[in-house]
């Protein structure tokens, strides 16, 4: 996952706010766009008939497309933001 | 004569009834039907017409029976392999998955025509099957031929533990080691749609195992090469420097030759001796005698039909497709099935001392080799003349470009005010045609190489070593009838 704006914490002793600040949006980012993939690859990928408790080789193949389908377009979409934020 | 009285034929008495009414028409009489709709007998239409609905019903019918068709030979194939995606997975375990390559085809310049060949008649049956695909389609000629070789350079630094997987990989919980993973890999599959492709992939396999292991840079490369080459030089014979883009003010230097030759060897000399950072040791280095066993090949094969020569069986085709959707699931279930065998190519026989062109011996047949052979009978003409033409682009290049290079230098030197129309559109300085030649030639070369790797005349590429890596897909024994 490629976020923007993210650099290393250098090394400025003491905890400045905006750090903090920094750290819990992306933490808040994070969340949401694991829980949104989760959501969206379940609904898509699984069927709510219920026949086995273990995922099968089906839904597996499935649900690695969903992920890395959701996670390419993110990669683009934060791209084009970035991109449109800088122009 | 007879007597008219008693021999004249009497009507008889009106005892007979009117004629008796069929059951229709008394139930109709009396509804305000006109009489003579009821008397209608059937009849055909008129001759016109009858070639109309004949032609139109004849055309939409083998439309319809076509796609029906398909839709039941894809349907039971999936039938047949849908029960393989109902199997358990582990969260952490890798599916099995296969490497589709599909190059492009000569005289099309739609490269992705391999690709929805087997996006439409094969991938249907892998997903009912869960099986994964990887699909690289190759943009030019010759591209798929660069990145087997180059994948199969990395794997090998990777076995031989030069590389190592970065560590940022290794921690993830999905990580395994490289012995599994190529255990997972044999599991697999490579499949190759059309003959171009297998040409392509053969070439790549081929050089993989043969060269060396380092990173050459081709950029790098043709740029000394032609650093070498006496276009740019001056009349007053001095070599610029050239290669790296900083030289932005090279033009600028009319000085003469001595200040540029310690320049130049020096630029040179780090060049000529490996790059000492990563130099490999003889042993490792050297093409490995043995090769380890590559996941089984699925051949496909496919034909792309292009030009106006090829419009009727284009229209053949399109009402036909139950044939490429019957020989495409086909190659999808036998992938999915995993029956293989080991690839038959007979040995190569000694080439005659007088080894003429022309012999007809050496069409004795080469086995697996010959996979589709019949497609290349497709291709156009006009793709003989592929070096030529190149040559031809070439040499009328390099004629315009001392001009264009007169120009730059007189323009940069200040030798020469730019024109009006020079000073709007600004000629391309000598950096710029540099680069431009640079990618020219790089363009050409590669075109070139990459359709010599695939014409017709060219052979299959083949090492002794594959006898034993390679393995083919086939038809799974029990199944004998099919639909």
Redesign the interface.
């Known amino acids: 996952m490629s976020f923007l704006g993210r650099g290393g914490s250098p090394n400025t002793g003491g905890v400045s706010m905006e750090k903090i600040e920094m750290a819990i949006t992306e933490l808040d980012t994070v969340t949401d766009f694991f829980n949104r993939m989760v959501q969206s690859c379940h609904a898509k990928c699984i069927s709510s008939r219920y026949a086995d408790a273990d995922l099968n080789k089906g839904e597996s193949v499935c649900i690695d497309r969903c992920v890395s389908k959701f996670n390419e377009v993110q990669k683009k979409v934060g791209e084009k933001l970035q991109a449109r934020g800088q122009a | 004569m007879t007597t008219p009285i008693s021999e004249k034929p009497v009507p008889p008495p009106a005892t007979t009834l009117p004629p008796k009414v069929s059951g229709i028409r008394t139930v109709l009489r009396y509804t305000g039907i006109p009489p003579s709709w009821l008397d209608k007998r059937p009849k055909l239409p008129s001759r016109n017409w009858l070639i109309f609905l004949s032609v139109t019903s004849s055309v939409v019918g083998m439309y319809i029976y076509d796609r029906r068709e398909c839709k039941r030979i894809r349907q039971s194939y999936i039938e047949k392999v849908q029960d393989?995606?109902?199997?358990?997975?582990?969260?952490l375990?890798w599916?099995?998955r296969v490497t589709v390559y599909g190059g492009k085809w000569p005289g099309d310049e739609d490269y992705d025509q391999s690709m929805k060949y087997f996006r439409k008649y094969v991938k249907p049956i892998l997903v009912a099957a869960?099986?994964?695909y990887d699909m690289i389609a190759g943009k030019k000629h010759g591209d798929i031929a660069n990145r087997v070789a180059n994948d199969i350079r990395l794997r090998r630094r990777l076995d031989l533990g030069i590389d190592e997987d970065p560590p940022a990989t290794q921690i993830l919980p999905t990580y395994k080691a490289i012995p599994e993973r190529r255990k997972l890999e044999l599991e697999g599959g490579i499949v190759i749609i059309g003959r171009p492709t297998f040409k392509e992939f053969m070439a790549g396999l081929k050089r993989g195992w043969t060269e060396g292991l380092e990173k050459i840079d081709q950029d790098e490369v043709l740029a000394k090469q032609l650093e070498d080459d006496t276009v740019f030089d001056e009349p007053e014979e001095f070599d610029l420097d050239q290669g790296s883009s900083q030289a932005s003010t090279g033009s600028k230097f009319p000085s003469g030759k001595p200040a540029f030759s310690p320049i130049q060897l020096q630029r040179s000399l780090p060049l000529r001796p490996p790059p000492g950072s990563n130099s490999i040791p003889e042993h490792l280095n050297a093409p490995p005698a043995v090769i380890p066993p590559l996941p089984p090949m699925l051949l496909v094969s496919f034909t792309n039909l292009i030009g106006l020569k090829q419009i009727p069986l284009m229209i053949w085709d399109f009402f036909n497709q139950r044939l490429k959707v019957q020989s495409g699931s086909d190659a999808g279930y036998r992938l999915v099935m995993k029956a293989t065998r080991p690839i038959e190519v007979p040995s190569v026989t000694e080439e005659p001392v007088f080894g003429d062109t022309a012999t007809s011996s050496e069409e004795s047949s080469l086995g697996d080799l010959e996979f589709d052979k019949e497609a290349e009978g497709y291709y156009k003409n006009s793709l003989k003349s592929i070096p030529q033409d190149i040559e031809k682009a070439r040499e009328k290049y390099y004629e315009a470009l001392p001009a264009k290079i007169a120009i730059a230098r007189a323009l940069s030197r200040g030798t020469r005010e730019p024109t009006k129309e020079e000073y709007k559109n600004p000629p391309p300085t000598e950096v710029e045609l540099r680069a431009e030649r640079m990618k020219k030639e790089k363009r050409w070369r590669s075109d070139l190489q990459g359709w010599e790797t695939i014409k017709p005349e060219a052979k299959v590429a083949w090492d002794e070593r594959f006898r034993d890596a390679m393995r083919i897909f086939v038809d799974p024994p029990h199944d004998g009838t099919q639909n």
Do not use: G, I, N, Q
């Open positions: 393989l995606s109902e199997e358990r997975l582990d969260t375990a599916p099995r869960a099986v994964d």
